[in-house]
């Protein structure tokens, strides 16, 4: 995900299901001093996301599995 996020940062966008943000990051994207700013924006959205994610799998261990 993480070549995803430099190579193609408006995919992996979408992939996250951010959809607005995905399409503003393919404007920023399209000139090519850009796409330094679109590649780390990228990045820190999917590396919040996997955060995030870790978080909720921490609390789901410490819950007992319980939701």
């Given at each position: 995900m993480i070549a995803v996020?430099?190579?193609l940062p408006w995919v992996a966008l979408?992939?996250?299901?951010r959809a607005v943000q995905?399409?503003?990051?393919?404007?920023l994207q399209i000139t090519?001093?850009?796409w330094?700013?679109?590649?780390i924006w990228a990045l820190v959205v999917v590396n919040n996301d996997n955060q995030e994610r870790?978080?909720?799998?921490?609390?789901d261990a410490v819950r007992g599995g319980r939701s």
């Open positions: 996020a430099i190579l979408f992939m996250r299901g995905g399409i503003l990051c393919l404007i090519v001093i850009g330094i700013p679109a590649a870790r978080h909720r799998e921490m609390l």
